[in-house]
């Protein structure tokens, strides 16, 4: 979230960083529990720092003021240069960078095979 006040982004992460735990507990406990399951995780807080740090490299003028003026309600005039369309939200472009890292992190796992009886019924 953009322009929060220090506390509130500090007990923001602390929630985030619980939340991320949990989350990670939870997909640890499902790999156990399903024997071949194949959770990916995808770490799109590494997608958002490095957006932040190196913005011209993903097409970026913006990255920390939102395109929508919370205020006026009036939208800047070039959205597919902000990394954020409100205090929260990514804008399209963003969301596109996303999509795309998502594609190439699942692209990049290998594809298990199906199991014997998977493949009989398949073959019929």
Sequence with gaps: MLSLDPDVS???TQL???HNFSLATTLNNLSQTYEGINLIPL?????FRAAIT???EFGLTNV???CLDPVTA????????YLFGDSIHPTAVAHARL???ASSTLLAEPVPEPSSELGVLAVG
């Design 10 to 12: 500090n007990a923001l």
């Design 16 to 18: 985030s960083q619980a």
């Design 43 to 47: 770490a799109t807080d590494s997608l």
């Design 54 to 56: 190196n913005p011209a």
């Design 64 to 66: 920390t003021e939102p």
């Design 74 to 81: 009036i939208t800047c005039t070039n959205p597919d240069e």
């Design 99 to 101: 999509g795309e890292f």
